[in-house]
């Protein structure tokens, strides 16, 4: 495995971590995780790529080794505050290149539009929007949301690490048991008891109140001016779960100007995990 050191800023307020691959003056990537993942997890996809680069990968706020939000919920376009915040951090002379898995890649495009000068590409892994939002269920919505404040849901621990890497071989069998365990020794800690909890903020799990916006995503892909490449995972059940159909999943790919898009075989949701040397190699002949 090719070594990663930790950095931390102070972005916004919060302690933020980013893990780097590779030397300073290598030309930077910056890789973005998806809802409950952490940095660590594009290790697989690092180790596979072949030329000299340095990968820099944040954990999001309330993820991984970052601070929780001071808030009791989760807000999307946080996100793209402290992407556009790390970006002037980590790359400020010139425009950068995002890589983003599932959340990561939803942040990376709407980021694109609405930053295009500060993205020279991106590279979108299933991340294709959300359902498109039905108005009539607002009010429902946000009596769950109210309810769940008062009766905030939690995570589950496990036994140990091991305990953790074969649950996430049941959601995922294409992970081998080391990769697994890998992941495991990231995404967990060990708490007072010795048990194994996630690293992630509990409030992740609350459900938004504001419904998904698709017709403001997709003004925003319009406006983008980068190089996009949308790759999907051929075994993926993601579209499926969101309710996205066939021709709803052109329509978002349209939107992009300048977008190359590739499905890779014997993969799922998490791609960068199932088969990461041949998302290497699509990732690295598209950067050419």
Known sequence: MKTNTSIFLDIRG????CRVWGEAGRPKLFMLHGWMDVSASFQFLVDALQ???QVIAPDWRGYGLSAWGPADSYWFPDYMGDLDRLLAHLEPERAATLIGHSMGGNIASMYAGVRP???ARV????GFGMSRSEPGKAPARYAKWLAQLADK???RDYADFADLAARMRMSNSRLTEARALYLAQHWGS???AGRVELRSDPAHKLINPVSYQLEEAMACWRNVAASVLWIDGAESKTM???RINAGEHEARKACFRQLSAHTIPE???MLHHDQPERLAGLIEAFLR
Request: hydrophobic residues 40%.
């Open 190 to 192: 060990e708490n007072a």
């Open 123 to 126: 590279v979108n892994l299933e």
């Open 14 to 17: 919060l302690r933020y971590h």
């Open 51 to 53: 030329a000299d680069w």
């Open 267 to 269: 993969a799922g949701h």
């Open 240 to 242: 499926e779960r969101m």
């Open 117 to 119: 000068e500060r993205v």
């Open 153 to 155: 849901p939690g995570f």
